[in-house]
């Protein structure tokens, strides 16, 4: 079995992983590292939670340090371009442990902050520097920073990047790199125009891939919970009443839902923390921290501002609401069951999502096990129909932005209920709508997908109020 010190990495590499911790390489590390020792680029196909940072850090720290060039003013030698401020932070964090007994210099630049230390730090010299695009390229224009000197590029998290809207900033970007260069990308999915761009920037490259795309984790134990709009937050905060969450994660899709979603939780007396990008980045920055020391149990996200956030021991993800993005369903719920542990990831849907459901399976190829054995369990949504991922966004969507403002239709007090929470005349989903107290204890649906009660940790044990 391959240890690090089978690798060819200098000494002082080893001898702070032995200080972190870490014995055994994870796969895409087994893959990568000696790949990139011999100077081959690399297409790396692997999502968060496999090790993918150390994979490109630990060869390119120790390559770097064996040459002869020398870092200058406002020149890195070695470029690490990621989309999110917080994966930025975490690269940055973890170059300072594997490099700490190297005489590199490790800078990180992002936006939503002054930009004072950022141009200090490229002003004294830095041998790498993590970048978020954006402001690589405000202080590339500012001539604050130059790339001619680059040796290695890194573009992390790809596809992340394409949906974050950052294509037109990479492509600004590259030609601005010496064109003799050592290239290594990484993704978790290849999306067509993800493969042109690796095929643009990358020569001859080796492949290494972990985990298949849009294959989930092995070890995350998931399930879907059928639930009416209006029971949502309800039911959430009955299954966190339950302490096996120990750590829970909670994925919505709008910034506002991530504050309304926190606040209810606090009433209820659950400690959480809510992060998404209107938040600034000392307020996120935070949330992260509670969440990371325990100080709170639960963190409120959206996708985007919980990009590459890498904390440990986080027991279960829920996801309040799904993406309409297939893809994003694997990246939330691998952030649990990170480096070797268990996890759990429950999904919270309406009638309108299970068309997303039913995407979500067919791309990572597995059937979901609906979990009934819930006090808020929605006949209703469980047998609405599935739409095209298309019509089920408009519809979603289109709700979404309509005034919600006093009740509105949706008159609250007849508790029209279940499917009303579809709220639409003509929705298809809400064809067939079930009283909310229909889809309470007691009175189990005769039939739905395929189903049986829980009989798993982090789940079974919250659910005492639905039992007969
Ligand atoms: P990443 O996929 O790079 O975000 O890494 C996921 C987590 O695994 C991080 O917390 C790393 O510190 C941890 N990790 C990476 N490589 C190893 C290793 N070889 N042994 C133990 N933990 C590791």
Do not use: W
């Not at 940055?92 to 730090?121: C, E, P, T």
């Not at 004294?124 to 500012?142: C, F």
């Not at 996200?301 to 996801?319: E, Q």
């Not at 609401?321 to 369903?329: D, G």
């Amino acid at each position: 079995m391959t240890q690090f010190i089978d690798f060819n990495l200098i000494e002082p590499i080893q001898k702070a992983l032995k200080e972190v911790g870490y014995t055994k390489p994870t796969p895409i590390q087994e893959q990568a590292i000696p790949l990139v020792l011999e100077g081959h680029d690399l297409l790396g196909i692997a999502q968060t939670g496999t090790g993918k940072t150390a994979a490109f850090c630990l060869p390119i720290l120790s390559l770097l340090a064996t040459r002869m060039t020398r870092r200058e003013p406002k020149c890195p030698r070695v470029l690490i371009l990621t989309p999110t401020r917080e994966l930025a932070i975490q690269i940055h964090q973890n170059l300072l442990s594997y490099g700490k007994h190297l005489k590199q210099k490790y800078a990180v630049i992002f936006g939503g902050v002054g930009q004072g230390n950022q141009v200090r730090d490229l002003q004294l010299g830095t041998d790498v520097l993590v970048a978020t695009p954006g402001r690589l390229l405000d202080l590339i224009q500012q001539k604050h920073l130059k790339l001619d000197k680059v040796e290695f590029f890194v573009l992390d998290e790809a596809d992340r990047m394409l949906d974050m809207g950052f294509m037109r900033d990479i492509r600004k970007v590259l030609p601005l790199l010496p064109a003799k260069r050592h290239n290594l990308f990484f993704s978790a999915t290849m999306p067509p125009e993800i493969q042109t761009l690796a095929q643009t920037i990358l020569k001859n490259p080796k492949k290494v891939e972990v985990t298949p795309p849009a294959t989930t984790v092995k070890r995350i134990q998931q399930s879907v919970m059928f639930v009416d709009k209006k029971d949502k937050l309800d039911l959430l905060v009955h299954l966190l009443k339950n302490e096996n969450l120990e750590k829970t994660l909670v994925f919505v899709e709008m910034k506002h839902v991530a504050d309304r979603v926190s606040e209810k939780l606090q009433k209820s007396g659950i400690l959480s923390a809510a992060i998404h990008g209107n938040k600034s980045q000392g307020a996120r920055q935070r949330a992260i921290q509670d969440f990371t020391h325990d100080r709170v149990r639960v963190l409120v996200a959206t996708d985007i501002a919980s990009r590459g956030i890498d904390i440990d021991g986080i027991t279960h993800v829920i996801n309040f609401e799904l993406s309409n993005v297939a893809e994003n369903y694997v990246h939330r719920i691998g952030r649990t069951a990170r480096a070797g542990t268990d996890g759990f990831g429950i999904s919270l849907v309406t009638g309108e999502e299970k068309s997303y459901l039913a995407n979500i399976e067919r791309i990572t190829r597995q059937k979901i096990e609906v979990i009934e054995d819930q006090p808020y369990h929605s006949v209703s949504a469980a047998r609405a129909d599935v739409m095209s991922v298309g019509q089920a966004k408009a519809q979603i969507e289109g709700r979404r932005q309509r005034p919600s403002r006093g009740g509105g239709a949706r008159g609250r007090a007849g508790g029209s209920g279940g499917g009303g929470s579809n709220g639409r005349s003509g929705g298809r989903s809400a064809g067939r709508p079930a009283s909310a107290s229909a889809s309470r204890p007691g009175s189990r649906p005769s039939s739905s997908t395929a189903s049986r009660p829980s009989s798993r940790p982090g789940v079974q044990k919250s659910s005492g109020p639905s039992r007969p």
